[in-house]
Nanobody, 114 residues
Framework: QVQLVESGGGLVQPGGSLRLSCAAPGNILRLYGMGWYRQAPGLQREWVAAVTNGGATNYSDAVKGRFTISRDNYKNTGYLQMNSLKPEDTAVYYC????????WGQGTQVTVSA
């Protein structure tokens, strides 16, 4: 069983920043790339950002220009740098990787509120 461990969530004021981390075993992030998703209360889980095994990145329109996904192959850790946070960014954030995206973390709560 592959375990992904997210961290870095918390409460932040609008306009603030947070950096989420996703620790993964072995070189799975380098092999498969990774993605970040989020789920707000009462809504479906939505894709936020992804980085391929080759290092190409892509973002949803909702976060483009504000969020940055990255990956440290030596630490086997992925990141999501979130800047200029808005209340609508409030959600549980999940990292995802593996063949056909089969592995998920447990999620970390991000709350953006004054």
């Amino acid at each position: 069983q592959v375990q992904l461990v997210e961290s870095g969530g918390g409460l932040v004021q609008p306009g603030g920043s947070l950096r989420l981390s996703c620790a993964a075993p072995g070189n799975i992030l380098r092999l498969y790339g990774m993605g970040w998703y989020r789920q707000a209360p009462g809504l479906q889980r939505e894709w936020v950002a992804a980085v391929t095994n080759g290092g190409a990145t892509n973002y949803s329109d909702a976060v483009k220009g504000r969020f940055t996904i990255s990956r440290d192959n030596y630490k086997n850790t992925g990141y999501l740098q979130m800047n200029s946070l808005k209340p609508e960014d409030t959600a549980v954030y999940y990292c995802n990787t593996g063949p056909l995206g089969v592995y998920w973390g447990q999620g970390t709560q991000v709350t953006v509120s004054a």
